[in-house]
């Protein structure tokens, strides 16, 4: 069997792909080195327009619906703020989000093979060897979907990538929140960075995460300090830690022969302010099929294009992601202070999150008021 393509990787931006070239009737393989279902330490806010991208109902899995943002500093002087949404913010269970679009694909005629390791990859003749502990499987395109940590990339050869790694600690808690439409954010307890409990139908996620270089941090210990807010012992609950590869600057995302392609966070597209991932990696991966689509139909540009593609419709707002992530964790207090408590900044925000709208729409006047609040305060 030689497929069209073989996707390696069963998160979001792996499913995606595969689930929208099975749709186009390709043979598609899917290849994930965990067994699936798996575990992922993720806070689980997943923006509504991805409904728009499917043509399944995303309902079994989403877990809750947030429509209030609920912001503390130092675990003090708190704020709600109401979310002025088309659709509330999903929360889901990642183990349960991912094996769904997986199945979906499947029940496509997409392939699987989890519980299976990528040692090598070479291309020969027309095709990739994709080289497993089980054997040598083939196919015309690659696409590396496997995250942060996966040796993708490097097989491929790709160089060093552009990007920041940031990390999170996060554990599941059985404790129900009082009020399940709220997500919890903490901004003074942490530098560089932000504590979260989002709420599930089960309990909730509770956890720390920094965007920018700061690890000799005890993220342990403040997260557990954290955690007493709502009753939760963190020390005594399994805790998964894991990198978060951040956006920071375009990059080229395909190889120099024109059959594989990056997506995902091995594609570095997480958001550098929120560390939002889980809508971009799908993107990147609907994106990613498209070219992979049109080059068996014979675009010799395709492939190229989805380099091109991504950085205009990710890159672009990436940066000035990058440069809001610069001014607010330099500057952590009077942002929350000063944008955070104004009711239009975070429904700005969570409108960018849900993907209502996008931040290169952000009024340059804006930056400008920004920029001369924080000159004036350094």
């Not at 699936?36 to 877990?63: H, M, N, T």
């Not at 491929?156 to 999170?168: S, T």
């Not at 409108?351 to 996008?358: Q, T």
Request: proline residues 4%.
């Amino acid at each position: 069997m030689i497929y069209d393509c073989i996707v390696i990787g069963a998160g979001p931006a792996g499913g995606s792909t595969a689930y929208h070239l099975a749709k186009s009737g390709h043979k598609v393989l899917i290849i994930e080195k965990e067994s699936l279902p798996r575990y992922k330490p993720c806070g689980g806010g997943v923006a509504p327009i991805i409904q728009e991208w499917f043509d399944f109902d995303f309902s079994p899995v989403i877990s809750q619906k947030v429509k209030i943002f609920r912001y503390t500093w130092q675990g003090n002087n708190p704020i709600e703020i109401e979310l002025k949404l088309k659709e509330p913010l999903w929360m889901v269970r990642r183990n349960d989000f991912d094996f769904y679009i997986i199945k979906q694909a499947q029940k496509l005629g997409a392939e699987l093979k989890d519980k299976t390791e990528v040692i090598g990859v070479e291309f020969k003749g027309n095709c990739w060897e994709i080289k497993t502990k089980s054997g040598v499987e083939k196919a015309h395109y690659l696409i590396a979907c496997d995250g942060a940590k996966g040796p993708m990339s490097s097989l491929l050869g790709f160089k060093q990538k552009k990007c920041n790694f940031g990390g999170a600690i996060e554990a599941e808690s059985s404790e129900r929140p009082t009020n399940s439409s709220i997500a919890h954010f903490e901004f003074g307890m942490v530098k560089n960075g932000y504590l979260w409990n989002f709420p599930k139908v089960d309990g909730s996620s509770i956890g720390i995460g920094i965007v920018r270089n700061s690890f000799h941090q005890n993220l342990r210990s403040i997260a557990s300090e954290y955690s007493k807010i709502f009753n939760i012992d963190f020390k005594s609950t399994k805790q998964y830690g894991h990198p978060i590869c951040l956006w920071n600057g375009n990059q080229i995302l395909h190889t120099k022969n024109e059959r594989a392609l990056l997506a995902g966070e091995a594609a570095c597209v997480v958001d550098p302010l929120t560390a939002e991932g889980i809508r971009p990696s799908i993107f990147s991966g609907i994106k990613a099929a498209e070219a992979i689509c049109n080059a068996i139909s014979g675009d010799n540009t395709a492939i190229k294009h989805y380099t091109k593609v991504i950085h205009n419709e990710i890159g672009s707002d990436m940066q000035v992601a990058n440069n809001l992530s610069r001014m607010l964790y330099m500057f952590p207090e009077i942002c929350y202070n000063k944008v955070l408590k104004i009711s239009s900044a975070t429904n700005i925000m969570a409108k960018i999150f849900c993907g209502e709208m996008r931040y290169s729409e952000i009024k340059k006047e804006t930056f400008k008021i920004l920029t001369k609040m924080f000159t004036k305060t350094a």
